[in-house]
């Protein structure tokens, strides 16, 4: 790792994934969270430092999205889970490729947190079917929890 600090995550928060085996036999799994989320503790960051998530698949992704809130409320009936609070704001981001032996074997979304308070993010990635290739494709929403000072 190049820094001392990671933000944490916890597992993915939502999408659905497609993996096709070279026979062209697919499966799919729906990770529905009908808008509900469990969130980390959060991790204190510098206001309007630069933070990134790293996806680990080679194949550019066809969008990304990186949304804001700053409020949850507790959901009835939910244990733990949140749900965002408040109008969304979309955080502007720069994706760049990872690379390994001058090979690409991921991606990184960089944003930047800009407003001194807590900032509940969800980071989207996906990617497209490509036809006649074997590759997983599909949506992934992970959630992270940030309080900036």
């Not at 066809?62 to 969304?88: I, M, T």
Request: overall charge positive.
């Amino acid at each position: 790792m190049k820094y001392k600090t990671v933000l944490q995550r916890v597992g993915p928060a939502g999408g659905q994934w497609t993996f096709c085996d070279k026979q062209g036999a697919c499966g799919t799994s729906v990770y529905d969270n009908f808008g509900l989320f469990y969130f980390p503790k959060p991790d204190e960051v510098g206001t309007g430092r630069r933070l990134h998530v790293r996806f680990d698949k080679p194949e550019r992704p066809s969008f990304v999205e990186v949304s804001a809130w700053s409020k949850v409320r507790k959901a009835k009936n939910c244990g733990d889970c949140k749900r965002p609070l408040g109008k969304r704001r979309e955080l502007k981001s720069i994706l760049r490729p990872v690379k390994r032996d001058g090979e690409t074997t991921g991606w990184s979304v960089f944003f930047r947190t800009n407003e001194p308070s807590r900032h509940y993010l969800r980071v989207a990635m996906g990617w497209k079917q490509k036809p006649g290739t074997h590759t997983s494709y599909g949506r992934v929403i992970y959630r992270l929890h940030v309080r900036t000072r």
